[in-house]
Antibody
Framework: QVQLVESGGGLVKPGGSLRLSCAAS????????MSWIRQAPGKGLEWVSY????????IYADSVKGRFTISRDNAKNSLYLQMNSLRAEDTAVYYC??????????????????WGQGTLVPVSS | EIVLTQSPDFQSVTPKEKVTITCRAS??????LHWYQQRPDQSPKLLIK???QPFSGVPSRFSGTGSGTDFTLTIDGLEAEDAATYYC????FGQGTKVEIK
């Protein structure tokens, strides 16, 4: 069965950096787009970024553009999110989620079906 | 950016009742609208994809309709385990609808 396990969360000071990881299993990881989606405490869902199956395309929400970098290692079935210049408003549970199979077009690339359990990133001094 | 607006924000419902949640897009999105359920302290789960296609393993009491700008998620016969927050999604997410069991 599809399994996504995030790690790397933890308390970080404003201006600091953190790298999240997501280990995927139960499907052919290299065939799928992948996304990061976050949820601030007590708030709704916010899409953060996606990456295409072969890392050719990456898209970011305006709120993280220039500060966050999504990447993947298909040989290790792993997805990453490098977060720099962190702000208090980045405090959230970060979810890794599986996107569409290989090709997609426009808004269909934002579709996700399976989600991990999430990892909490508090940003505070 | 396309904005998704859900209504209502909150609904308190008796078991076996029918629940209807709507999602309105600020411009036409065809059938590119998906619905997720998030139970307390759990990660979201896909219920309906592309407006009306049930996801694998989703109980038949969940259904979706709509196209263009107006979409509906229906729970026909609410069960206690359906207490959750429901989100619609295109590129962004709706603000969520919390369903409580009376």
């Amino acid at each position: 069965q599809v399994q996504l396990v995030e790690s790397g969360g933890g308390l970080v000071k404003p201006g600091g950096s953190l790298r999240l990881s997501c280990a995927a299993s139960g499907f052919t990881f290299s065939d799928y787009y992948m996304s990061w989606i976050r949820q601030a405490p007590g708030k709704g869902l916010e899409w953060v970024s996606y990456i295409s199956s072969a890392s050719v395309y990456t898209i970011y929400a305006d709120s993280v553009k220039g500060r966050f970098t999504i990447s993947r290692d298909n040989a290790k079935n792993s997805l990453y999110l490098q977060m720099n210049s962190l702000r208090a408003e980045d405090t959230a549970v970060y979810y890794c989620a599986r996107g569409p199979l290989r090709g997609c077009d426009g808004s269909s690339c934002y579709f996700v079906d399976y989600w991990g359990q999430g990892t909490l990133v508090p940003v505070s001094s | 950016e396309i904005v998704l607006t859900q209504s209502p924000d909150f609904q308190s419902v008796t078991p076996k009742e029918k629940v209807t949640i709507t999602c309105r897009a600020s411009q036409s999105i065809g059938t590119g609208l998906h619905w997720y359920q998030q139970r307390p302290d759990q990660s979201p789960k896909l219920l309906i994809k592309y407006a009306s296609q049930p996801f694998s393993g989703v109980p038949s009491r969940f259904s979706g309709t709509g196209s263009g700008t107006d979409f509906t998620l229906t729970i026909d016969g609410l069960e206690a385990e359906d207490a959750a927050t429901y989100y619609c999604h295109h590129e962004t997410f709706g603000q969520g609808t919390k369903v409580e069991i009376k």
